[in-house]
Structure formats: structure tokens, C-alpha cells
């Protein structure tokens, strides 16, 4: 799986999200493309310590899911999203692009810092899994754009 951290797969994200237009069309779903612009901003929020969704320890997702947030299987179409990240409003989606543009700077900025916070309900993550993470969840929701 590709690292958000490393500045090709980072440059590939930006690139792909710039090709995303406010008539891309889902692939699969129901989410528009500026809710899902704004969902893609909850995992950056989170690893960058800006909001807290509630999120509590659970050691029976933690067993079973933690792994396929980081390992090379593509996610399939129409995962269950956390109940805390669904979006069901409607957003305005250059307002939630730069948003999102603006946390994947912050993040980037903070490639070379090794030590991340804890996740608030899968536990510990090293730099290289977070990395990769960000990727893997990027990716889903924008080929779910067809971008």
C-alpha cells in the first residue's frame, strides 16, 4: 500500500483530488461529492489531533478491522462507515475542497515526525501504517468518484 508520507503517492492524492469536480459522479454510494470532500477530512482531523468524533477504544473492531485499514487490499464498495462520519447534510464543495486541501498540507508538513498520537478507538498506529492509512482511505473515495 502507498504511504500518504511518501511525496509520490502525496503528489498522486492531490493530482487525482484536482481532477474531481463538483459533476464527478459516484461509482457507488450515496454521498455527493462535496459530502464526501467533507468526510475525507475526519481521519486527517483526527490523526492531527483537530476534533474528536467520540471515537471510544473497542477491542473486538480493533481485532478485526485494524489491519485492513493499512494492508494492500483495496476496500470494497459500500463499506459500513462509522456512525459518527456519515454525512448526510448537504455540503458546498469548493468550501469542503480546500478544507481538504488544507488538512493534506498540514499533514504533509508533518512527514519527518515520528511519533503520532494514539487513534481513539483502534489504538496504537506507527508512522508508516497512519501513512499508509491516509492513502488507502483517500483512494477509496476517490475512485468512488472515478478519479
Not at 71 to 98: C, S, Y
Request: aromatic share 12%.
Amino acid at each position: 500500500m502507498k504511504s500518504l508520507f511518501d511525496q509520490e503517492a502525496y503528489t498522486e492524492i492531490r493530482t487525482r483530488l484536482d481532477a474531481l469536480s463538483e459533476n464527478s459522479e459516484r461509482q457507488w454510494g450515496k454521498m455527493t461529492a462535496g459530502q464526501m470532500l467533507h468526510h475525507c477530512q475526519a481521519p486527517l482531523k483526527i490523526i492531527l489531533e483537530k476534533e474528536d468524533y467520540g471515537f471510544k477504544p473497542n477491542w473486538l473492531i480493533n481485532l478485526l478491522f485494524k489491519k485492513s485499514m493499512y494492508d494492500d487490499k483495496l476496500w470494497r464498495k459500500g463499506l459500513p462507515t462509522a456512525k459518527a462520519l456519515k454525512e448526510t447534510v448537504p455540503r458546498v464543495f469548493i468550501e469542503e475542497k480546500k478544507a481538504l486541501e488544507a488538512l493534506l498540507d498540514e499533514f504533509d508538513s508533518k512527514r519527518d515526525r515520528e511519533e503520532w498520537p494514539i487513534h481513539p478507538s483502534f489504538g496504537k498506529f506507527t508512522k508508516e501504517q497512519y501513512g499508509k492509512m491516509q492513502y488507502k482511505h483517500l483512494d477509496h473515495h476517490l475512485r468512488q468518484f472515478g478519479v
